[in-house]
């Protein structure tokens, strides 16, 4: 987690050095990006390397297999070649979108199935609570600092430091233990849903409410507390002196002016901080039993489940990773300054 | 729901417009309109708390799926309910041939596959002989294979299985028989197209799956054709839950109907709630505190990293007068399950043996203080004692990490071997790790404990030399690496003894030499703890009777007996909890989100400077 | 006593002044004044724990109350499955979340230090590798490393020290990075560049001294995040079984039923004592950071 205001600084502290072509800028941040990736699938297959036992061994531990059979499964798996030749298999595979098989939790099924079916719940689940957060952040955010120090700014700087200081999954349980049933507890679907597309879709959003409020109570705070400094920031700027000197009226400076600088390190960072929310989302989706990749990586963590933590961690990883890039294109596509200089 | 809404909308106003509240009470809005509900008959809602991997019968193996292939396919026979003996199921009668090595059924006739086609011997051949060509069609049942000669099916009715030497479960061999017409097409069984229904959906059992949903639900219809008759409900869904918790909850709220492997906490917040009731069954598991008392493989070569201290009887002595099982059993089972004695559980009373007032070692700290300073394990001044080589007497302890039997164990056992001078360092892992570190001898102390059959072979087959693993750490089958000759001797006497009463006398005699050496602490039996809501199901048929579990069975009886008890209300779910907990919560709520208030006056220097 | 002061001594009365405005700053602030306040009564109250109470009172062996009795005149908060009293636990957990949040927060703030002033200072390709190095770590979620990191390695406190302070550092990478070329493009450095002075004596004589404050503030508010995320993984169970900390009373609470036993005395002490401790740590840092960031002082 980055706090708000190491936030700000981070995103100025990007080099922002104008003086290249923007396809070269693209192409630079691109290639940056594919090293990261590579990066991120080398670190997690040495890393899921370092674990004690004999995952062949641990596989066959209920059922009598002998020595030969042991010997073949070996083989199969690649387990019994040099480790780097078992990563350059392992990087073939995943150029192919194979990421190799799941050993305990769905024993033999394709770990990119298993990502597959998950993927979508999670997107709407971290989607929805990023979206709504950044909404609701930024507008308090941007009230809070317009009136600093009123008891609207203190009340609710308040509330964005507490939820800020609250772990998620106690945060959800104390929902979940507080509404009491007035949503349900697991899933997100209930199987007595008619199958119209109108009662499917609000059945999916009332198993909504609980994990996304959970996640969003706390991202919430997050971009609030971002938006607020960095719109105090920009309200010292002579430029904002220079427009309400003109005689423009305090909202329309807020509007025009204040708010639409400040809001681009703050939607920048909003981009930068994805990795958390999905972070966030594991522990919620644990608690709320969200059929997504949280709740995928809870389940493989207590097997383990090592080819599926992997997976999933690879391509989490991976897609905060091009989440970023989108972000600093973003960033280039909306900042005067850089596009100019 | 609308009280909730209020109390936004009115604390909207008091504090002054805080149109912050309006996107949450927006979305806290949406479950005003009540999904609407699909016309439903008579359903029965299980909780699942393990997962599924594959609805496909051949590859299924975790116990969630394999309890699926129960309730979906028909076996050739069945344990029946009040013994788990053999009984008939597909195969009306089995007749063995005088060597014992052709064994003929009677395949039952009349018998429909869900798609219409009928059910006969030539399905069953086809399985078995599936199960003999395809590697991957022995992924689950492998075991009851590997032994046979061939399998045929001369006619509709009858299947013949000849077998390479004798096979002692020939009478019920656990496999699920598939329509031969719906899997013959079938090249690869571990396509996932094998789980989707158009495969997996064609079944003859009691029970019928029409939808899964992968981490969320199955969907079973009632057999209305089943030979023993159509089941009382009309659908059957096993909703999947994270754990055990989540369940009970959503039993207290009525939104399943049954949940079992419940731990001693929820079984007793559901005794005594209107119109729940509990069933604690009789465990077949016992449940052990392992020592390494030095390992070895079946050469004899020492495996492991063992502490050396263990090899002393004394020390294994005084470790087992230092555990209180009685405690074990009161404390952390809180009483639901019996004080362990042997290695077969107590509900097998014929070969279930209990240590005499003479032969068991009682729980007493100072006694096992004497024995350790009597051995020579003398304490130094923090209380830890060292052995005559200088060493202090730490021990690994290392359980199952999930568990909180395991954790509730760890504790207590840490708590009294260091009053014996003993220090503990609990080291819970994961299953698999566990699994590794017991077959290979890397611990001190081990939880663990193993699931026993009626018959007394198995519980004390883990105990003998022979089932050690070989020096290339394969092939062990051994629980505790005991290797002892007067118990192999006893072990063998009973596996040729025919009459029961001396039998019974030998597996007793095997049991107390077994105790008698330390090499592991049998704490207890714990009963499996299961619950349903008696005010909509009755007539759960347990497996065995009187006193048996109604889910995991092995058989279908437990659902397939459930009776829909007649109109009842089901409004009574919220208890007198409800409130306690909303208040607190909203204290808790005002209590933080006040101080964050009145801390939260940052910037006010900041301002006061300009 | 003349009036003629060496250089040293003005060197030390301009600190000592600098010292001195630096807490008037942080205390003319109420909020972080009182976080300051209750977070050091909350060390010293941990610290003296050992001196007024007995550890093995935390041994379920000597648990002298009723399983999950409700708070009651013996036990203020309660007990827990084992009869163990909550409010003990609570406090005595207290050690090891402290503990876990600080050297997490010590090893990733040196790491990131070490890392961020290399990067700044030396240029060239060192620097560049480093920013990519910091800059890819930085957009990798911290917390799913962390439990990456604390599956793989065995189990205990220094474990999650590790996968915490390994996980944390590269926003104060970035963040020292920042600081330092600011001090770095200030003209009294070319002039100790020009004066022949060394790596190590700009980067300790002046770049050090210059980023420290800011590290500091950093340093508090990373402890926070840490003692969230050592109860987030204990949550998951990758946690340390052998010590009491707040999130395995949590997570324990969980595994046993003792929410299904209604037993809120279990769940809320824990919790409300990690969102506590977090916003002490909070308001500390934000306190700090107010003082010492050029960007927030108007």
Redesign the interface.
């Given at each position: 987690?980055?706090?708000p205001?190491?936030?700000?600084?981070?995103v100025?502290?990007g080099e922002h050095r104008g003086g290249t072509g923007t396809a070269r800028f693209v192409l630079k941040k691109l290639v940056?990006a594919l090293?990261?990736v590579v990066?991120?699938v080398v670190l997690?297959f040495f890393?899921?390397r370092?674990?004690?036992?004999?995952p062949v061994?641990?596989m066959t531990?209920?059922?009598?297999?002998?020595?030969q059979q042991?010997a073949l499964l070996r083989e199969q798996m690649g387990v019994d070649k040099p480790v780097f030749v078992q990563f350059g298999n392992y990087f073939w595979g995943l150029l192919h979108g194979d990421l190799g098989e799941s050993r305990?939790?769905?024993?033999?099924?394709?770990v990119a199935?298993m990502i597959g079916?998950?993927l979508w719940p999670t997107i709407l689940l971290v989607g929805s609570a990023t979206l709504?957060a950044v909404?609701?952040g930024l507008?308090?955010g941007i009230?809070a600092a317009w009136r600093?120090?009123s008891?609207?700014?203190?009340?609710?700087?308040?509330?964005?430091?507490?939820l800020?200081?609250?772990?998620?999954?106690?945060l959800g349980?104390?929902l979940?233990?507080?509404t009491?049933?007035?949503?349900?507890?697991?899933?997100?679907?209930?199987?007595?849903?008619?199958?119209?597309v109108?009662?499917?879709t609000?059945?999916v959003?009332?198993h909504?409410?609980l994990p996304?409020?959970t996640l969003?109570a706390v991202f919430y705070a997050q971009y609030m507390l971002i938006m607020r400094?960095s719109l105090?920031?920009e309200m010292?700027a002579d430029y904002l002196t220079t427009a309400r000197a003109k005689g423009l009226r305090d909202d329309l400076v807020r509007r025009r002016h204040a708010v639409p600088n400040a809001l681009l390190p703050t939607t920048t960072l909003v981009f930068?901080q994805i990795?958390?929310v999905?972070?966030?989302a594991?522990?919620v989706e644990?608690?709320f039993?969200w059929?997504g990749l949280g709740?995928?990586?809870?389940?493989a963590?207590?097997?383990?489940d090592l080819p599926v933590?992997q997976g999933v961690?690879t391509v989490?990883?991976s897609a905060?990773?091009l989440m970023?890039l989108l972000a600093e294109l973003l960033y280039r596509v909306l900042d005067p300054r850089v596009r100019t200089s | 729901m609308r009280t909730m809404g209020w109390f936004l909308v009115q604390f909207q106003r008091r504090v002054g417009r805080l149109g912050a509240v309006a996107a949450v009470a927006a979305l806290a809005a949406i479950p005003l309109a009540v999904p609407a509900q699909a016309q439903q008959g008579k359903v029965l809602r299980v909780a699942l708390t393990t997962g599924i991997d594959h609805l496909n019968p051949f590859t299924a193996v975790l116990s969630a799926s394999t309890q699926i292939g129960r309730f979906t396919y028909e076996f050739l026979t069945v344990p029946n309910a009040e013994k788990a003996e053999a009984s008939p199921a597909l195969a009306e009668s089995w007749t063995p041939s005088p060597d014992k090595l052709t064994w003929t059924f009677k395949i039952r006739g009349g018998v429909k596959w869900s798609d219409g086609q009928p059910v006969t011997a030539k399905d069953a051949a086809f399985t078995f002989n599936r199960m003999l060509t395809d590697e991957n069609a022995r992924t689950a049942n492998g075991n009851y294979v590997g032994n046979f000669e061939t399998v045929t099916a001369p006619d509709d009715t009858t299947l013949v299985i000849k077998t390479k030497t004798v096979q002692v479960n020939m009478n019920l061999l656990d496999v699920p028989i598939v329509p031969q017409h719906i899997w013959e097409p079938v090249k690869d069984l571990k396509d996932p197209k094998t789980d989707e229904l158009a495969i997996a959906g064609v079944s003859d059992g009691p029970f019928q799956v029409t939808e899964y949903k992968p981490n969320e639900y199955v969907k079973l219809k009632a057999n209305k054709d089943y030979w023993r008759g159509a089941p009382k409900v009309d659908e059957l869904q096993l909703l999947q839950f994270k754990d055990t918790e989540a369940a009970v909850n959503a039993l207290k709220q009525g939104e399943v109907d049954v949940i079992n492997r419940l731990n001693p906490n929820q079984f007793a917040a559901l005794q005594g709630q209107q119109g729940i009731t509990t069933n604690a069954a009789p465990g077949r598991r016992y449940d052990e505190l392992s020592i390494n008392f030095g390992v070895t493989d079946n050469a004899n070569n020492i495996i492991g990293d063992g502490n050396p201290v263990l090899k002393d009887i004394n020390v294994r002595k005084a470790i087992t007068q230092a555990v209180d099982t009685q405690t074990v059993v009161d404390k952390v089972l809180k009483g639901l399950g019996q004080v362990g004695g042997g290695v077969v559980p107590a509900i097998y009373t014929a070969y279930h043996w209990d240590p005499s007032d003479t032969e068991k070692v009682k729980f007493d700290l100072a006694a096992a203080n004497t024995t350790l300073d009597q051995a020579g394990y003398a304490k130094g001044p923090d209380g830890v004692r060292t052995a005559p080589g200088g060493a202090k007497l730490e021990l690994r302890l290392t359980g199952h990490a999930n568990r909180s039997y395991d954790q509730g164990v760890a504790q207590y056992v840490t708590g009294w071997l260091k009053d014996i001078g003993i220090t503990v360092k609990q080291d819970l892992v994961s299953d698999d790790e566990l699994s590794d570190r017991t077959s290979t001898g890397k611990y001190d102390l081990a939880i663990g404990g193993y699931g026993t059959n009626p018959d007394p072979d198995y519980a004390l087959s883990l105990h003998t030399c022979a089932a050690r693993p070989s020096p290339d750490g394969k092939g062990g089958s051994t629980d505790t690496f005991f290797c002892d000759a007067q118990y192999d001797d006893l072990y063998k006497k009973q596996l040729t003894e025919t009459d029961d009463a001396k039998r019974a006398g030998y597996v007793k005699q095997a049991q107390a030499r077994l105790y008698s050496q330390f090499p592991t602490i049998v704490l207890d039996y714990q009963n499996a703890l299961e619950a349903y809501r008696s005010d909509k199901f009755a007539g759960f048929t347990t497996q065995p009777q009187p006193k048996g579990a109604i889910l995991e069975q092995t058989g279908y009886w437990g659902v397939y007996g459930a009776t829909p008890v007649g109109a009842t209300d089901t409004a009574s779910s919220g208890s007198g909890n409800t409130v306690l907990w909303i208040v607190i919560g909203a204290v808790v709520v005002v209590v933080l989100v006040g101080g964050g208030v009145m801390l939260g006056r940052r910037g006010k220097s900041a301002e006061d400077r300009e | 006593m003349t009036t003629a002061e060496t250089p040293r001594q003005i060197a030390w009365a301009r600190r000592r002044a600098s010292i001195v405005r630096t807490w008037r700053e942080f205390a003319a602030q109420r909020a972080a004044l009182a976080g300051l306040v209750l977070l050091g009564a909350t060390v010293v109250v941990a610290l003296l724990l050992p001196f007024v109470s007995d550890e093995s009172d935390l041994d379920v062996t000597k648990a002298t109350g009723q399983p999950l009795s409700p708070p009651n005149a013996d036990f203020w908060l309660g007990t827990d499955n084992f009869g163990r009293s909550v409010l003990l636990m609570t406090v005595w957990g207290s050690r090891v979340s402290l503990l876990v949040g600080f050297s997490a927060a010590l090893l990733s703030v040196v790491i990131g230090t070490l890392i961020g002033i290399t990067a700044a200072h030396f240029g060239g390709w060192v620097s560049a590798t480093l920013l990519r190095f910091t800059d890819f770590f930085l957009v990798l979620p911290s917390l799913i490393l962390a439990i990456a990191l604390s599956a793989v390695l065995p189990k205990g406190v220094g474990t999650i020290i590790v996968a915490i302070g390994l996980t944390a550092w590269p926003s104060t990478a970035r963040l020292v990075r920042a600081q330092t070329l600011t001090i770095e493009s200030r003209p009294y450095i070319e002039r100790a560049h020009a004066l022949g002075g060394g790596h190590l004596h700009i980067i300790g004589k002046h770049v050090l001294p210059g980023v420290m404050p800011l590290v500091l503030a950093n340093t508090t508010l990373v402890v926070g995040n840490a003692v969230i995320a050592d109860a987030t993984l204990s949550f998951l169970g990758v946690g340390d079984p052998n010590s009491v900390t707040w999130g395995l009373v949590l997570e324990s609470a969980l595994n046993n039923g003792a929410i299904s036993r209604g037993a809120w005395w279990n769940v809320l002490p824990p919790g409300i004592a990690i969102v506590l401790v977090v916003l002490f740590f909070t308001l500390v840092g934000r306190g700090l950071e107010t003082v010492f960031n050029p960007r927030l002082k108007k």
């Open positions: 987690m980055t706090t205001d190491q936030a700000a600084v981070l100025d502290a940056e090293i990261s990066l991120v997690f890393l899921f370092m674990l004690p036992g004999d061994a641990a531990r209920d059922r009598a297999t002998s020595p042991l305990l939790l769905n024993n033999g099924r394709p199935d079916e998950r709504l909404i609701l507008w308090l009230r600093r120090d008891l609207f700014d203190r009340t609710q700087t308040g509330i964005a430091l507490t800020w200081s609250v772990p998620q999954f106690w349980l104390m979940l233990v507080v009491n049933g007035l949503f349900p507890s697991r899933g997100m679907h209930s199987p007595d849903a008619a199958p119209d109108l009662s499917q609000l059945d959003l009332h909504l409410v996304c409020v969003l400094s105090l920031g010292n930068m990795g958390s999905v972070a966030g594991v522990t644990a608690v039993s059929p709740q995928l990586t809870y389940d963590l207590h097997g383990p933590l961690f989490l990883a905060v990773v970023n | - | -």
